[in-house]
């Protein structure tokens, strides 16, 4: 199978005719091809986003809603073909795409469709001298960059608003999950989104990523993915004087305090530690432990754990394949880190070997690590896998140290029925996001992401509708 570039309105071939292969992690083997995208393939890919520009700002909030509400409907229509598309490409378990990635992406769509037709802007009455209104205009041809987590949901994340504002669009998925933002270039097409509005470019980060960042005719950048990527992409991007918009990594704390809702507490640990082999950028990574309840948090969560049933994704699993060969390596040599520190490896801590189809695929274990100090690597660097650490504390005031002791700051995770207590932590933890008692429930009207080296900007409801326009004021004499 071959995938295409959505340019113009048209799918087609890479200019220069050069292909990556797409692997299915599952397999470990080679089940399609993507474009190896290049400067040529932007340079019409832009072109046609600055002609379409005009007619889709002038199109007016009524119809680019229309047009994108028909979308979200096609997702819907489509969802079990994009679920199966997500698990093949990406490993992780059907089941998780069917109730968390495409109806998201649909959710998404609708979301910044309807939030449009709500949007108001701001006037500010000058007594007897002026009276000011603000125009939030459209910036022109933006450029939307995600990674492979969670393809089709981050990809509709970023140019739903956009194209609601009345940007068009040129947008990168992953090379390494690039199958469902193709379908989604087939449903553009059934919908009747005018040619131009969104082009959608495959191909190597370095390569066609970094054009896009380069253009001078891109006018901002939203880009998700890690940390080091951002940094290039902010040196590149600053001097240029794009607007940027950076959701970066994580290195989330999971605090617990003894007076939880146990149970509760238990379950969803479950699910933030593993949900999507570990790979969300929200996963707690770091669990921070009352120490009067460490050795009862130790049994209880490693028996949960062991229960979870790691297998082929298209199969009812609850923990797939990680994303890539290399993504494999990298989290196996934190493992065999942790090791030679000397830490404990109270469950998992190898590769699977599984029978049959998924014989060369790229599983490891829920792996639970204990025994390392706050600072070492495996506490301070993002793995973004199936490895969480254990850290016990005997005060808030040390909870509240290491949970804010690395360079991240995206999401942080509180567990305690002490509601001054929870106020007083929510306050002092440097995150962007805090989950109280629950994990990943998200309203798409709050603000989205991160400080320190998690990222610059928010995302999400007005936040995003405002990064994609630029402010104008007026100044009318009374
Ligand atoms: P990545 O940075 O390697 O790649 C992300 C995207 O950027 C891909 O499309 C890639 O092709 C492209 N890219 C790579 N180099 C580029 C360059 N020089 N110029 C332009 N584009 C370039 O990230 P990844 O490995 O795909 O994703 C995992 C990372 O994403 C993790 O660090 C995770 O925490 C982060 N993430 C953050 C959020 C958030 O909301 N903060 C959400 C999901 C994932």
Known sequence: MKLLNYINGQLQEPVK???????????????????????????????????????????????????????ADLIEQHQERLAQAE???????????????????????????????????????????????????????????????????????????????????IAKPSEITPLTAFLFSELCIEAGLPAGVLNIVHGRGTEIGQAIIEHPKIKAISFTGGTATGKTIAATAAPMFKKLSLELGGKNPNIIFADCNWEEMLSTTVRSSFSNQGQICLCGSRIIIERSVYERFKTDFVARVKQLRIGDPSTDVNVGAVVSAGHLDKIMGYINSARQQGANILSGGTRVFLDGRCAEGYFIEPTIIDGLSADCNLNQEEIFGPVVTLIPFDTEEEAIAIANGTQYGLAATLWTQDLTRTHR??????????????????????????????????????????????????????
Not at 17 to 44: C, F, H, M, R
Not at 87 to 99: E, F, T
Not at 453 to 466: D, I, M, P, Y
């Open 17 to 71: 005719g050069q292909w990556l292969d797409n692997i299915e992690p599952a397999t470990g083997k080679v089940y399609s091809q993507i474009p190896a995208s290049t400067a040529d393939d932007l340079a019409q890919a832009v072109a046609a986003a600055g002609a379409a520009f005009p007619a889709w700002a002038a199109t007016g909030a009524a119809e680019r809603s229309t047009i994108m509400l028909r979308i």
């Open 87 to 169: 698990s093949q490409d990406n490993g992780k378990p059907i089941s998780l795409a069917r109730v968390m990635d495409i109806p998201r992406a649909a959710a998404n769509m609708r979301f910044f469709a309807t939030a449009i037709l709500h949007q108001s802007t701001e006037t500010h009455y000058n007594e007897g001298h002026s009276l000011n209104y603000t125009l939030r205009q459209p910036i022109g041809v933006v450029g939307c960059i995600s990674p492979w987590n969670l393809p089709l949901y981050l990809f509709t994340w970023k140019i739903a608003p956009a194209l609601a504002a009345g940007n068009t669009v």
């Open 425 to 478: 932590i929510a306050e002092k933890l440097e995150s962007g996001i805090v989950w109280v008692n629950c994990w990943l429930v998200r309203d798409l009207r709050t603000p989205f992401g991160g400080v320190k080296s998690s990222g610059v900007g928010r995302e999400g409801g007005w936040e995003a509708l405002k990064f994609f326009t630029e402010a104008k004021n007026v100044c009318v004499k009374l």
